[in-house]
Structures are given as C-alpha cells and as structure tokens.
C-alpha cells in the first residue's frame, strides 16, 4: 500500500512516502547558516537535537516564502540522518493504491521534474511524489 | 555456543589486561632481575592464559604459553638467571600472545602462525649455557624440552588432552584426574611422572586466578579447569578475616604483582606489631567461636595495638585491587550516559534563564536552584565515570622506550609523575598516538647515545620524564628528556631550506619562537629518515591532533640540557565552555579555549582604531600589531573591503583574540555576549563541509547557535596576512603578563577575580559575630569594626539562602581601616593569562579578564570597599571621587 504524506509548496501539491516522515512539526525560530546553499534555510532544535532545514521553495527552484509566512518542518529521515523539509502548508496522508501513477508531465518545470519520482492523477489535481534522496542531494560550488 | 563466545570474550578481556600488567612487570623486572614477586606474577598471568587457553582449545596458544610458563619456572627457580636474551624472549612472547589474542577476537580462531621458531628460542633458553643444570630439579622441562622442539605436532596434541577436550590423546598416566588438576600440573606430570616443583607451585597461583573469575560468576562454566586449587585460595580467604572474604584471594587479577593480600595477622607480624603466637592464639579463639575479627582480639588481648591494626587494615587494603568494588560497564552506556546528562545541563540552562526572566514564585525558584545544583553534582559525577588514570595512556610507553632505546643504543629510563592524574576516556584516546609520537622523538633525536652523554659529562643513562598534573580545570601533560635538545640554528637552517620561512623574518624571530617551528607541517628534523620517527609527518600532526580536541602543544628546549613538550588539554569533550558573540544581529559561539581577550572597540577607539597595513586590518594591542578578521566578511555577510566607510569606523564592537594554529589574531565582532557551558553537536551532511563551523549547540533559551572554528579563522587570517604578519604574531605572544587573582564565587555560580594585591586576609566570620548599624552589617575584628558588604547584593546576583553559620569575607585593610568584602565561596588564586578589557560590564567591575579558560569579571575593588564604608578613603581622599557612578552614591547616603 503507498501511503503519501502530502503538503503544499508554491501551487503545487506535493508527496513524501509516509515510511520516511518521523515527524511534523511547527517550530518558530530557525537559525540560518551563514556560506550554506541557499537551500539551506538553517538549523532548527527539535527537542536537543540540532537538525538542517531545506527550504522546498527553494530547492525547488521558487521564490523563498516571505519570512512572515509560518512555514511547517516535515522531518524525513534518510540515512539514519533527520532532515527537516520545510513547506508551506501540511494537507495530510493519502493511501494512492487506485490512483493512476504516471510519469511526471511536461509541464512541470525542469527543475521540479528532477526532483520527482512521479505523479499520481487524483480527480481535482495532481499530487507530485518527490524523490527525497534527491531533493536531499545538495551540492554546493562553494564548499572546497 | 553462546555461553561459550562469553566465555571467549572475557578471556580475551582479561588477558589484555593481564598482558599490560606483564609487559610492565617484564620491565621491572629487568631492573631488579632476583625479584621473586615479579616473576611469580609473570608466571602466574601467563599460566592463566594457557590454562584458559587450553580449556579454550586455543592449541598454538597453549603451546607457546606452555613453553614461556617452563621458563618462567626455570627462572623462579633460580636454575637458570634472568638475562638480556631471556628478557626479549619473553617480551616476544607477550607479543605473540598477544597477536595470536587479537587474531582470536577478530575471527574467532588462532589462525595460522608459525610459532616454531619463537618456541625453539624460549627452549633453548631454557638452559643455563655453562653449568650442566640437565637432571636437577626440574626434569619435567629438560624432558620435554627435545621433545617440543622436534615433534611440536605430537607434543601440541597431547597437552590439551591432558584437559580431557582433545580427542584421543590419552597419552598421561593421569588423564582421567587432569580436568580437575591444572594444565601445568598435568603437563609437567606427563613428562616427569612425578608432582615437579612447578605443578605443586601452580596450583595456589591458579586458586587466585580461579576465585577471579568465579567473582564474575563463571564458577560453573570454569569448573573443570579450577575445581582443585579452589581449596587453598577458600582458606586464604577464610584467613584474610578484615573484610570481603571472597574478594581478597582473587586480589591479584589487576595487581597481580602483589599477589593475594596477606592476611592481617600476617601483615601485623611483618610490621613487628604482634608475634605470631599470638595471632595463633587469636587464630584458635577465632575457630572456636569467636565471630570477631583478627585486630579485634588481638587488641583485646593486648598483644596489638589500635594504630597498628589500623595501620595493617591500611596495609591489607592497599595490596587489595580494586577490582573487588568495581564493575565492568560497557562504554557505549557512559556514552550515552553522558549525552543525556548534557541533554539535562542544557534543560536546566533553558529553565534557569527563564526563571530568572519571571521569577515571581519563591518555591519553584527554589526547587529550581535545587534542581540547578543536582544536575551540576550529576554532569561531574558522571564525567567522574568516563575518567581514567592518565596510565592507561602511559602504560605501553615503557615498552615502546625500552624496544627503541635498544634500537638505536641508548640507555634510557622512564621517570612517571601523576600517574593518577584522570582524564576523560575520550580525550586519553585521542592523545594516544600524539603521545607515543613525542615519546619516540625523545629517544631517537632527544636522548644522546651514551657516549656521547658521557664526553659532555652526563649521565650515560638517560632520562624521560612524564608528567600530568590538573589545573585550571585542565590537564596538564608534560614530556621532557635530558637530550642533546633543540638547537635553534639547525631549524632555522632547515627551515630556509624547505622555504617555511624567509631570512628576514627568520631575523625578527628569537631562538624559543625558532623551535616552535618543528610544528610545521613538512618540516622534520631527522639526518636519516629512521623507520621509527623522522618522516616529515611528525609534530604538526601531534600539533593538529591535540589542537582537533581543543588543546595546545608547545615545547621549551636548551641545547644539551633537554627539551620539554607542554600539552594542554581539557578534561572533557562533551561539554566545554565558549563565549558566545553577536555579528550582524545573529548569535555564534567560540570555544573558550582559543580565546585569550577580549578588546573593546568604543568611542574614538571604535572601529577607527583599525589600521590597514598593506591592505589588511591590524590593531595595535600594547605596542604589538595584532591581525584582524572580520567576521561578517569572514561569513559572507558583509563585502570584503579593507578599505571600509567612515561610518564603519565609529560603530563599536568587540575584537576577540584568538590562538589557533600557531598564531594570535583578532576576530571583529559586534558584541561579546557571555560565557556557557555548551553541549558540542556535529553539523549534518549538508553543513559539515563548511569548515568555519565546529559544529553547532543549544543555548539556554533554546535557540541552535553555531560554533566557529577558530582553527579555520586563524588560516583565514593568515593568508590575509601572509607569513609577515605571522612573525609580528609571534614576537607578541609572549606580551601578555601574569597577574595572580583570587577568585571568588559571588553566588549563584558567578565567579569574580579579586588583584591579590587588594587582598589583605581571609577569614571566616561566624554569622553570630556580625552586627547591625544603621542599615550596615558590621564586626569587631581586630579591635576595630570592620563593615561588611556582600559582594551578591552589591553585584545584584541572587545567593542560594545562606544558612551556614559562617560567612567566607575577603578583608581589604589600608592603615588601620579594614572592610570585608563577604563572598559565597573562594575558589582558587589563579594567575590571569592576559590583560584585562576595561569599562565593559556596567558598575563593580573593572572589566573580565580570562582566568584558566573561562571569562571572569574583575572585581572593581575601590567601589565596593565605598559601598561598605564610604568615608573609606577619606583620609587619602578629601572629597568623594566625583566620578564614581551615581548609585553608588546613592548608596552612600541610604
């Protein structure tokens, strides 16, 4: 069964495989990271332990959310390391075993597309599966 | 099969252990060659070893400890003397024994090693060249000696049959009795028929170690290999009547030197306290009913006295290990003690600074500050679990000196001070190799060969001395020798040949600085590269290693008197301290330990003061130029561009001087904010190749805060800087004096320095003595009366309620007149490690100045002392400074 933990970034109605999500979680203060990729929104505590925050808005190639908009920490966990992925808006799981799969369309930008493993068809819209290893893979010219 | 990989596992646990034990035994022995403790301790940790290893079935094992046990034997014995040749015999012995371990634990079998060349050596070694020993006491050996040597399969195969484990051996007269008997028993048997010297020998030595492992409940698994000797070490224990009967006769297994404590009776009669008659008789009432203990009756009978039994009692103990109160914890668990111990630290913090924020409710603050007190009791208590001895780095050194010093024909012994001294595990693992490292360049380039020593008038034996000591919550290591040392000329010579340094700065630099170049890297002394030290890799390595665990290295040294390495280090990794600082709005953390000052940047000395040399930022710091980073350029949050505006100059801000890799250089912030003791958490992967940052931590209100690497900063300043700057850097590393402080706990953990030269006296004043006027607490002290004030009420911190009948008062005294400065506690006199920074922490203070590796405020003497008495200086003075602040002279009139 493929259970999906939805949310939304931008306009788009994305999904994370719910196996990979340890947690979600609103927190207010985010401590950025000076020479990080910009992806990097920053460090966040979860109850004592520091974890990295990825800007989805960024990596996904939009503009950053002004910093009044409360964004949610969707903390995956990927290689026994806890990542927080930060989105706009949370909408909840959904089981997608009768939802058509397909391949990402054309008309997703490049480099969203990337970052997809694909898209499931729901009747009112399009839920985009991200690839989180993917999204995750961060390179940075900066760093020697 | 389980029970059996325990079984395994602690065998091979013990006998590293022991392995340690018998290498330092080894070497003591080769310097008091006819001591019979030393060898029957020998005997006994390798006989161990081979009975476990043949209860085991670890053949090859048993076979060589087999040959090893038949010399030692033959040396206990005296038959043949314990020379140079038997000595490396046996220390390759260990060392085999100690590879074939290692084999064991990573596959679980012996592998295979050819032992018969070593075998064939420990054999022939047997003998005593010269004297015709063939037939005398211990025929077992000389009989099975041959046999050994030529037929090792046969003779392999037989001895654990003895055991009863090995199938068709069935070669001795006594097979059937042999699981209850001690392999040594039943392998010497087999050869001489007879009960030879070394078996009826081995059997109290296998009780101890027997009684050893039964206190690790295995009494039922080991059984058969120590069913018969556990009779003697029972009555040796029955005897040694003062406390912990089963414990004492399995003493020997970490001190094996000493063997089973005697018991008291014995111990008394060595001292000359008692005769042995009358611990007899004591003895026999004991049998007869008696249930008191030895030094009781004795003394009740009056043939001992009280302070000898105690003395004896001290004796006893000291001879017992002390294995018998401890337990074996796996480290992982400490580990993770210790995460959650900072875990707690760091939600005290948090709940501390926000009830100091609202703290309207007495009792919950109370319970808090008990809560506070609690936690900082449990952080020590559980570091005190992760502490060990310095030894345990040190006890492989003698080895390491003694196989080098061979090597390369020097003749030097190992002198060890503060052995004791502990540190975290963490922290002694890190210095390990550092450490083996200096210890080696002592020998091979410090230590002279001995005639050379001798043509310059010294001893030919040389000397290197290890040293631990703590201070200032540090611990200090020191290795030094009394070698040839370090001639500055030849570094320098070398260090222009390799390009590290340029002639003219080579002219600025005095000979000590010259010498601390050894620490860059490519840079390595050695005329022949040795296969021991001398490959270029050396020191800057032991420099970065120790500067990786927040420690310092460096080293003083005299041509031909020696040369001394100084290491630095702290106590633990888990938690350390670090001052945290402001930049652009954002807060960050710097280790303490690279911090030496702070310097304010303010009025016309605000960021004006900055000067550019060939376009890079310096301060002049007491006549020395000191390099700049900027941190907002440094973290990309400003633009590199030395030539700022005129409004940067007149923004404030603070620099920090920093020492990191060698050299001191100011990091330009906005604001110096406090010191905390703050939980180190790595950085995750997408952050961690960012090299500025040490990682990151939780502050008290729970914000993530990142850490600097000072480290990083200092190589970030030095390209600015380039090699120019580093020689100015150097020349002003020494600019700092020390000045001795006491320092005092104000209350609630504030910590205050004091000049001890403002210091008259301590004392302690009973809070009965002290005395009301007018609103001001006074006491008669030495015929005048001294008014008190108190430093917590005055520096407006809250104290814990005071309910101790006396009071820790710091006395100021000029002519005749005295105040008394009453503090919570007085904690050390520390030297300051450098200048102090003025005018920065508002009224009382002088500034901070940096005492060990923490920021402590300086006490403004004068204006407490006016608090207390404010006619005080009166008489120097004709009027009152008109400069003193305001509420001081609020004060004055209240």
Redesign the interface.
């Known amino acids: 069964m493929t259970q999906l933990s939805t949310f939304h970034v931008g306009a788009y109605l994305f999904g994370v495989e719910v196996s990979l999500v340890q947690e979600i979680v609103r927190l207010p203060s985010i401590t950025p990271v000076p020479l990080a990729p910009p992806e990097i929104a920053g460090l966040i505590n979860l109850r004592g332990e520091v974890l990295t925050a990825v800007d989805l808005r960024v990596r996904l190639g939009m503009h950053p959310a002004p910093s009044t908009q409360d964004q949610v920490n969707v903390v995956v966990r990927l290689d026994d390391e806890p990542v927080s992925l930060l989105v706009d808006e949370i909408d909840g799981v959904m089981a997608l075993d009768r939802v058509p799969f397909e391949s990402t369309p054309s008309t997703v930008p490049e480099r969203v597309r990337e970052l997809l493993v694909g898209a499931y068809t729901l009747p009112d819209r399009l839920l985009l599966a991200l690839d989180v290893r993917e999204v995750l893979r961060i390179e940075d010219a900066r760093v020697a | 099969m389980e029970a059996m990989d325990e079984i395994v596992a602690e065998f091979l646990v013990e006998s590293h252990e022991n392995l340690d034990q018998l290498d330092r035994d080894l070497l003591a022995l080769e310097r008091s060659p006819a001591s019979p403790e030393l060898l029957a301790s020998v005997f006994r940790t390798i006989h161990t070893i081979k009975g476990t290893s043949g209860f085991l079935a670890f053949h090859q094992l048993e076979r060589l400890t087999h040959v090893g046990e038949n010399l030692l034997n033959r040396l206990r014995d005296g038959a043949v003397p314990l020379d140079e040749d038997r000595l490396s015999a046996l220390l390759r012995l260990v060392d085999v024994v100690r590879y074939l371990l290692r084999t064991i634990e990573s596959t679980g079998e012996e592998g295979v090693c050819d032992l018969d060349g070593l075998i064939g050596q420990l054999t022939a070694l047997l003998q005593d060249v010269g004297t015709g020993s063939r037939g005398d006491s211990a025929p077992g050996e000389d009989s099975s000696a041959p046999g050994e040597d030529g037929s090792a399969p046969g003779e392999d195969g037989s001895a654990p049959g003895e055991d009863g484990s090995a199938p068709g051996a069935g070669t001795g007269s006594r097979g059937d009795s042999a699981p209850g008997e001690d392999s040594t028993a039943s392998g010497d048997g087999t050869a001489s028929g007879g009960s030879s010297a070394a078996g009826a020998e081995a059997t109290p030595a296998g009780g101890s170690s027997g009684t050893a492992r039964s206190r690790r409940g295995q009494r039922s698994r080991r059984k058969p290999s120590t069913g018969g000797p556990q009779a003697p070490a029972a009555d040796a224990a029955d005897a040694a009547d003062a406390v912990g009967a089963a414990g004492a006769a399995g003493g020997s297994a970490p001190e094996p030197a000493t063997g089973s404590p005697d018991p008291l009776g014995k111990v008394l009669v060595e001292a000359g306290a008692t005769s042995p008659d009358a611990v007899q008789i004591a003895r026999m009432e004991q049998e007869l009913g008696d249930s008191r203990r030895i030094g009781h009756i004795l003394v009740d009978h009056g043939t001992a006295t009280v302070d000898a039994v105690t003395q004896a009692l001290e004796v006893q103990d000291s001879r017992r290990s002390v294995v018998d109160s401890s337990v074996r914890v796996d480290v992982e668990l400490l580990d993770s003690l210790m995460r959650l111990v900072g ?1 707690l630290v ?2 005290r913090n948090q709940l501390v600074s926000r009830l100091d924020d609202t703290s309207s409710d007495p009792a919950l603050t109370r319970s808090a500050q008990r809560l506070s007190l609690v936690t900082s009791e449990l952080q020590e208590q559980v570091m005190r679990t992760r502490m060990q001895p310095v030894d345990t780095a040190w006890n492989k050194i003698p080895r390491v000196v003694r196989d080098l010093a061979k090597q390369c024909g020097r003749q030097v012994r190992v002198a060890m001070e503060g052995r004791d001294t502990e540190l975290d595990r963490s922290v002694l693992e890190a210095i390990r190799d550092p450490l083996t490292h200096m210890v080696r360049n002592a020998v091979d380039h410090g230590i002279e060969p001995p005639e050379v020593r001798r043509a310059a008038g010294k001893p030919e034996e040389g000397v290197l001395r290890l040293r631990a000591y703590h201070e200032a919550g540090q611990v200090h290591l020191e290795i030094s020798d009394d070698g040839a040392g370090i001639d500055p000329e030849r570094i320098a010579a070398k260090a222009l040949e390799r390009d590290l340094v340029t002639p003219a700065q080579l002219a600025q630099l005095r000979p000590q600085e010259i010498i601390q170049m050894i620490f860059l890297s490519g840079f390595s002394l050695s005329k022949e590269v040795t296969n021991l030290s001398g490959r270029g890799v050396g020191m800057d390595v032991v420099k970065t290693r120790i500067e990786g665990i927040g420690g310092s290295v460096d080293v003083v040294s005299e041509v031909g008197k020696g040369t001394t390495f100084r290491l630095t280090i702290p106590l633990t990794l888990a938690i350390i301290p670090a001052l945290t600082i402001g930049c652009e709005g ?1 807060r960050y953390a710097v280790p303490q330990v690279s911090v030496l000052e702070l310097v304010r940047l303010s009025g016309e000395h605000a960021r004006g003061g900055i000067e550019l040399i060939a376009g890079a930022p310096v301060y002049r710091l007491r006549d020395t130029l000191l390099p700049l980073v900027r941190l907002d350029e440094q ?3 400003a633009p590199v561009d030395p030539e700022r505006g005129e409004d940067d100059d007149v923004r404030g801000g603070f620099i920090v001087v920093l020492q990191a890799e060698q050299s001191r250089f100011g990091l330009v912030v906005d604001d110096v904010l406090d010191t905390q003791e703050i939980v180190v ?1 790595p ?5 961690k ?5 040490a990682g ?3 502050l008290g209100d ?5 850490i600097l690497d000072a480290a990083t900063l200092a190589r970030s300043a030095n390209v600015l800087h380039g090699a120019t700057a580093q020689a100015t850097e150097q020349v002003s590393t020494e600019a700092g004096t020390a000045e001795p402080v006491l320092v005092v706990e104000v209350g609630s953990g504030r910590r205050s320095a004091i000049p001890l030269d403002m210091v008259t006296r301590l004392e302690e004043i009973n809070t009965s003595a002290i005395e009301r006027v007018g609103g001001r607490e006074v006491v008669q002290y030495r015929g005048h009366i001294m008014p008190l004030v108190r430093l917590a009420d005055l520096l407006g911190t809250s104290t814990e309620i005071l309910d101790e009948d006396r009071v820790q008062t710091v006395v100021y005294t000029r002519g005749t007149r005295s105040v008394g400065l009453v503090v919570q506690r007085i904690h050390d006199i520390a030297s300051e490690r450098c200048g102090t920074r003025s005018d920065v922490d508002g009224h009382g203070f002088l500034g901070s100045v940096v005492v060990g590796d923490r920021v402590v405020e300086l006490l403004d003497v004068e204006s407490a002392v006016l608090a207390a008495d404010p006619t005080f200086f009166s008489a120097e003075r004709a009027e009152p400074d008109p400069h003193r602040p305001g509420d001081l002279d609020e004060e004055v009139l209240a």
Do not use: W
């Open positions: 875990e760091l939600a954002r973290l990309g949050l958490k950085l995750g992967r997408h952050l190749g960012i090299q500025v940052y990151a931590t939780i729970g914000s993530v805060v990142l």
